[in-house]
């Protein structure tokens, strides 16, 4: 079975662009999840999507907004950038509903710069 | 809201020794505990998940307990290697579904 794959892997932006970050989930998951983790700390929720319905969502302001597609991929767009937004970001996807509790198994991550 | 703490937030010890870990957590309503491995720069690679009905699950030299009740999870690693070096990061699933993260516990495994 394939992992959770990201892309791109490194990203240089500059402050107020918008940006598109893309997340293909494993094989057999229906949920996808985003977090941004900055210098030394733990991941911050971002937002999760089931079904292509976002259904959760963390302490981020409205210019960060997602996508969820019918094959599970998923895309996190932020809008007007700002230096504060340099982290990286980590997709997570999960198998949710029918019962279970599963884990999340997280993708390598795209590191953006904001300059 | 729930909080994850993790103590140490940096660890070395000399090779053969085994590691101790610790995280806690203040919202003892969880679906399950997953312990994560993350090195420098790159993503999360998950190590053992506990289901919160389980007490404690293991994998290989890895061990890891869970209290609910007193909202503690302990992971150990028995007879480190420089390979074991690493940020181990601790996450809880609450019941809306999102992980809620430590900030890591940096391990530095000395040949």
């Known amino acids: 079975e394939t992992g959770v794959t990201q892309s791109p892997t490194h990203l240089i932006k500059t402050r107020g662009q918008q940006v598109t970050l893309r997340c293909s989930s494993q094989?057999?998951?229906?949920?996808v999840s985003w977090y941004q983790q900055a210098l030394g700390q733990g991941p911050q929720f971002i937002f999760q999507?089931?079904?292509?319905?976002?259904?959760g969502r963390g302490n981020f302001p409205p210019r960060f907004s997602g996508l969820q597609f019918p094959n599970y991929s998923s895309e996190l767009n932020v809008n007007a950038l700002e230096l504060d937004d340099s982290a990286l970001y980590l997709c997570?996807?999960?198998?949710?509903?029918?019962?279970?509790?599963?884990?999340?198994?997280f993708g390598s991550g795209t590191r953006l710069t904001v300059v | 809201k729930q909080e994850v703490t993790q103590i140490p937030a940096a660890l070395s010890v000399p090779e053969g020794e085994n590691l101790v870990l610790n995280c806690s957590f203040t919202?003892?309503?969880?679906?399950?505990l997953q312990w994560f491995r993350q090195d420098p720069g790159k993503g999360l690679t998950s190590l053992l998940l506990?289901?919160?009905?389980?007490r404690e699950q293991t994998s290989g030299r890895l061990n890891a307990s869970l209290d609910k009740s007193s909202g503690r999870s302990t992971l150990y690693i028995a007879a480190s290697q420089p390979g074991d070096s690493a940020t181990y990061l601790c996450?809880?699933?609450?019941?809306?579904?999102?992980?809620?993260f430590g900030a890591g516990t940096t391990v530095t495994v000395r040949a």
């Open positions: 997570a996807s999960s198998l949710q509903g029918r019962g279970g509790n599963y884990g999340y198994t």
């Open positions: 996450a809880v699933r609450s019941n809306d579904y999102k992980l809620s």
């Open positions: 919202d003892s309503a969880i679906y399950n």
């Open positions: 094989s057999g998951h229906n949920t």
């Open positions: 999507y089931y079904r292509e319905e976002e259904n």
């Open positions: 506990i289901q919160s009905s389980q």
